[in-house]
């Protein structure tokens, strides 16, 4: 029997830190769905080992507080009767986080002083140039 081949060279490790985040992320999932809905979408340890390594990557770049708030809005949805989130969808969990992350960049205020002093000093003297040619377009 042949091995079936991998799309990567090397195999994807995690440091302990990572499947800390990992398992954590699945307790809460097991949590919030129970055992029977865990089971039925990953009916044995191998299937959910696959699915922890699946989403690891992505799962390991959220620290606890931020798998907290993720829950709390899963939470929120299902009493919503939201019908994405009746089963464990791994992929509609996280695409909150991404909703979240998109939504909050729009949100963004804009605070001057941080901005490093030379970008503000060319910004200057392009807004300077280009009113200086505008009064000279309206004859001002």
């Known amino acids: 029997m042949h091995q079936a081949s991998t799309t990567t060279i090397k195999q994807q490790t995690f440091s302990k830190q990572d499947k800390d985040v990992i ?3 699945f307790l809460r999932l097991q949590n919030t769905y129970g055992i029977a ?7 044995d340890s191998h299937t959910l080992s696959l699915a922890r390594r699946e989403f690891g990557k992505s799962i390991s ?3 606890r507080e931020q798998i907290n708030a993720l829950f709390d809005v899963v939470h929120d949805e ?12 791994i992929d ?16 963004k205020l804009y605070i001057p002083h941080q901005l490093a002093p030379r970008e503000v000093k060319d910004r200057r003297k392009a ?12 004859n001002i």
């Open 37 to 43: 809905k865990m089971q039925s979408q990953w009916p």
């Open 23 to 25: 398992a954590y992320f």
């Open 78 to 89: 299902r009493q919503k009767g939201n019908d994405k989130f009746l089963f464990p969808d």
């Open 61 to 63: 770049r959220l620290s």
């Open 127 to 138: 807004n300077i140039i280009a009113l200086d040619k505008m009064r000279k377009e309206l």
């Open 92 to 107: 509609a969990i996280l695409g909150l986080q991404k909703q979240n992350a998109r939504i909050a960049s729009y949100h």
